[in-house]
Nanobody, 120 residues
Framework: QVQLVESGGGLVQPGGSLRLSCAASGSIDSVKFMGWYRRAPGKQRELVAGVTSGGGTNYAGSVKGRFTISRDSAKNTVYLQMDSLKPEDTAVYYC??????????????WGQGTQVTVSS
């Protein structure tokens, strides 16, 4: 079984920063992709940022230049540095990992979610 453990959410004022972490553990042979999604109240879930096993990254247009995703491959951990936060960044943020497990193939896992609230 694979678990994703998230940390780092909280309440921050507009213009502030937060750093989210997500560590994947369990019977993982390799990680193909790790990323962060978010769901704001009344909105659909959206991809915020992702990083592939090759190091390629992609970002939602609304966070480009403000958020930075990075990874520690040895620890199967991904980080999301969020700067210049805006009230519209308020959402539950979910970690996602696409992993290879032995001969069983490719699997997709989700974290439990962490609340990020940007408010004065």
């Amino acid at each position: 079984q694979v678990q994703l453990v998230e940390s780092g959410g909280g309440l921050v004022q507009p213009g502030g920063s937060l750093r989210l972490s997500c560590a994947a553990s369990g019977s993982i042979d390799s990680v193909k992709f790790m990323g962060w999604y978010r769901r704001a109240p009344g909105k659909q879930r959206e991809l915020v940022a992702g990083v592939t096993s090759g190091g390629g990254t992609n970002y939602a247009g609304s966070v480009k230049g403000r958020f930075t995703i990075s990874r520690d491959s040895a620890k199967n951990t991904v980080y999301l540095q969020m700067d210049s936060l805006k009230p519209e960044d308020t959402a539950v943020y979910y970690c996602n990992a696409d992993v290879i497990i032995g001969l069983s193939g490719e699997w997709d896992f989700w974290g439990q979610g962490t609340q990020v609230t940007v408010s004065s």
